[in-house]
């Protein structure tokens, strides 16, 4: 079985932009890439779990944020990282967008994505960490079994390798 990190996007690998889609707007975090590397050279997967309302807002479509991500890991692929995968939930129960517009399993604090990434790439929780900016994103990982780390500012590769310890 493998072992991963999960990190939270928006406020833990970037810094907070509301509703990011924009490739122009996107700023590294102080950190997170080395944080990614860590992962990369230290035997974990390196995965993005995300909340993307803005798709059930009605803000931007589900296609810019696999673009953002393409380009983050062009972006990593510079400094020798990369991600493993990503996992986002487009839904919001009082969205815009019919089709998003639902009370899912994968939106945060619930472990939906976790589970899935779990079943596709053969990772085993117990051995696995989630960072994140928000008290939802320790709740997630709590819920699914994995050691939720909090990330209150700072560097993200010290406080992901302390929060390991």
């Known amino acids: 079985m493998n072992k991963a990190v999960f990190f939270d996007r928006d406020g833990t690998l970037n810094e907070e932009v509301h509703y990011l889609h924009k490739i122009e707007d996107f700023k590294w975090i102080e950190g997170a890439i080395d944080a990614i590397k860590y992962c990369n050279d230290n035997g974990y997967l390196a995965i993005v779990i995300t909340n993307q309302s803005g798709v059930a807002r009605g803000y ?20 020798g990282a990369h991600l493993d995968g990503i996992y986002y939930c487009p839904h919001h129960p009082t969205g815009k967008v019919k089709e998003y ?65």
């Open 60 to 79: 931007y479509p589900e296609s810019d944020i696999m673009k953002l991500y393409d380009w983050m890991n062009a972006d990593l692929a510079k400094h």
């Open 101 to 165: 517009a639902i009370d899912c399993d994968c939106r945060k604090p619930k472990p939906g994505m976790l589970l899935k990434a779990q079943k596709e790439h053969d990772i085993d929780l117990k051995s696995s960490y989630l960072i994140g900016d928000g008290a939802r994103d320790v709740e997630c990982a709590e819920a699914a079994g994995v050691k939720g780390i909090r990330y209150m500012g700072g560097n993200l590769h010290q406080t992901l390798t302390e929060g390991m310890k």
